[in-house]
C-alpha cells in the first residue's frame, strides 16, 4: 500500500486541531504538526499548543520538541520531518500533518531551497546597521546584489532582508539563485486538505482565544519569559505586545488589542498563503459533521480504496 501524508492547512483559531485529531482517528494515523510557533517547549499559553487531553487521543509529533535557547530553522525542520516519516511509514500507511505556518508546510510537502550557512558575524553586523542606518541602507544593498528578488519580494519586511542580505554576503552570489533548486522526490503521497472559516467568525474566534489565554495565564508565561524577550523565538505575537506592556510602552488595554489585531493580520497572510501556493487543496467547513468529513475523505481517489 503507498504511503500517504494528508496535510491539513488553514488560518490560526480555524480550528485545524480538533479536525486534525478527527481525521487521525478516523484512519489509524498519527499526527505531525508544522507549527512553528509549537515548536518551544517554554512556550505553551501563547501559542495554544493542543492540549495534553488532545496528544493523549492521538500521538503528536513536533510539538514543544525544542527549547527557544534553540536555533530552528525551516531547513532543518525539513531534514527532521522527513527522517520522522520516513521511520514512521515503516510501520504506517497514513499520517496527518497539521499547522499554519506555510512555509514549514511546503517544506515537507515539496522540499525547501538549500542556502549556504551565514556566521554569526554577518549576522551581527547586519542587524547593528539596521539599527543605525535603517531599513533604507539594507534594501540599497540588496538592490544592488540581487535586483531580480529585490523586484519581487516584500522589501518592507526586515526580516526577509536581513536573511536575503546575509545569504548574498556570505555566497557571494544572488540569494535568488538559489531558489527553485531540484527537489528529491518525496516517498510518500500528498493531499491537501484546509480548514475553511468565514473571516468574520474567524475573527470573533481570534478576539475570544485571545481573551482565554488572558485568563488563562498568558502574562505569567510571558513575564517567565521576558528575560529572554531577545530570542527570535519569541518575537512572535501574544508575546511581543505582552512585553511592550511589561516595558510601559503600552497599557494592558493596547497590549490585549494589539495581539487581537496582530493575530488578526496573521490570519490574513496565513489565508493568502494557502490561496497562492496549495492551488491543490481541497476544503473542509470548520464545523463540519463526522458525514461530511469522511465524505471529503472519501472523495480523495487514495481513499476510495480503504474506506
Not at 123 to 147: A, V
Not at 262 to 285: F, L, P, V
Request: glycine share 4%.
Amino acid at each position: 500500500m503507498n504511503k500517504t501524508l494528508i496535510t491539513l492547512s488553514g488560518p490560526t483559531a480555524s480550528g485545524k486541531t480538533s479536525i486534525a485529531i478527527r481525521i487521525a482517528k478516523a484512519l489509524g494515523a498519527e499526527i505531525f504538526s508544522c507549527d512553528s510557533r509549537q515548536f518551544y517547549e517554554e512556550m505553551t499559553i501563547g501559542t495554544a499548543v493542543p492540549t495534553a487531553a488532545e496528544r493523549k487521543e492521538v500521538p503528536h509529533h513536533f510539538i514543544q520538541h525544542k527549547s527557544i535557547h534553540t536555533t530552528y530553522s525551516v531547513g532543518q525542520f525539513e531534514t527532521d520531518a522527513i527522517e520522522a516519516l520516513s521511520g514512521y511509514f515503516k510501520h504506517n500507511n497514513i499520517a496527518v500533518l497539521v499547522g499554519g505556518s506555510g512555509l514549514y508546510m511546503h517544506a515537507v510537502v515539496h522540499g525547501f531551497d538549500q542556502f549556504p550557512s551565514v556566521s554569526q558575524e554577518i549576522r551581527l553586523s547586519l542587524g547593528d546597521r539596521l539599527q543605525k542606518n535603517g531599513l533604507e541602507d539594507l534594501q540599497k544593498e540588496l538592490q544592488m546584489l540581487d535586483p531580480e528578488l529585490f523586484e519581487k519580494m516584500d522589501v518592507k519586511n526586515p526580516n526577509r532582508v536581513l536573511r536575503a542580505l546575509s545569504v548574498c554576503l556570505a555566497a557571494g552570489k544572488p540569494y535568488s539563485s538559489f531558489l527553485n533548486q531540484k527537489k528529491p522526490p518525496r516517498p510518500f503521497e500528498v493531499y491537501q486538505l484546509s480548514v475553511d472559516i468565514p473571516r468574520t467568525l474567524l475573527y470573533d474566534r481570534i478576539n475570544d482565544r485571545v481573551d482565554q489565554m488572558i485568563n488563562a495565564g498568558l502574562l505569567l508565561e510571558a513575564e517567565h519569559l521576558y528575560p529572554h524577550r531577545e530570542l527570535n523565538a519569541l518575537q512572535t505575537v501574544g508575546y511581543k505586545e505582552v512585553f511592550d506592556f511589561f516595558d510601559e510602552n503600552i497599557d494592558l488595554d493596547q497590549a490585549i488589542a494589539q495581539i487581537k489585531q496582530n493575530t488578526r493580520h496573521y490570519a490574513k497572510r496565513q489565508m493568502t498563503w494557502i490561496r497562492r501556493k496549495e492551488n491543490d487543496t481541497k476544503n473542509i467547513i470548520y464545523d463540519c459533521t463526522d458525514e461530511e468529513l469522511m465524505a471529503v475523505l472519501t472523495n480523495l481517489n487514495y481513499f476510495k480504496k480503504i474506506l
